[in-house]
């Protein structure tokens, strides 16, 4: 079975939660966290995304993502039974994967609770279930961003209406 693993394109349609990508005159509909959003609005030139491919009995559904970290961390959620796509899409709206993997690694339930659609029962079985995965991806990583960059926002703690904001636009 063929899938989708990456779209090189251009933007036509830009919304909350998703983006068409024209593709030598194809619109593909595809899925993005919020944190693709803002890159792909300021962008002039073509775009590429990597993409999850979803085929189901209705349909095929796409899920793009700007960097392909964000796609291994999309992926990885997919594995924890009770963690859909829509899910998924919401840690990553509210965590970056360097700061998902922080989460998941050290146990910080609580940042995984500031996910719209993430309880405590489902908080504590991502961070058993991917603990070793997160610890070892974390291992893999450089100690910090290079110099002269800034590291990444602070989780959805550092700024409580920013979760507000994801949870509205998420149940959009």
């Known amino acids: ?14 919304g909350w939660g998703h983006a068409v990508i024209d593709v030598g005159g194809v619109g593909y509909l595809v899925f993005i966290p919020l944190s ?6 300021a962008a002039r030139e073509p775009v590429v995304l990597h993409v999850h491919t979803r085929v189901r009995a209705d349909g095929v ?40 993997m922080e989460a998941l690694a050290e146990g910080r339930t609580e940042w995984l609770r500031r996910v719209p659609g993430v309880g405590p029962r489902l908080a504590e079985r991502l961070c058993v279930e991917l603990r070793a995965k997160a610890r070892e991806r974390l291992g893999s990583l450089s100690a910090g961003p290079p ?24 149940s959009l």
């Open 61 to 100: 559904e796409l899920f793009g993502f700007v960097r392909p970290e964000e796609l291994e961390a999309f992926e990885l959620l997919l594995q924890v039974a009770g963690v859909g796509p829509k899910t998924a899409l919401a840690v990553l709206s509210t965590l970056a994967p360097d700061q998902l």
């Open 36 to 41: 693709a959003h803002a890159v792909l609005q």
């Open 147 to 170: 110099s002269g960059q800034a590291a990444g926002p602070e989780p959805a703690e550092a700024n409580p209406g920013y979760a507000d904001a994801v949870a509205a636009l998420v």
């Open 1 to 14: 079975m063929a899938v989708i693993r990456r779209l090189r394109g251009r933007v036509e349609e830009l």
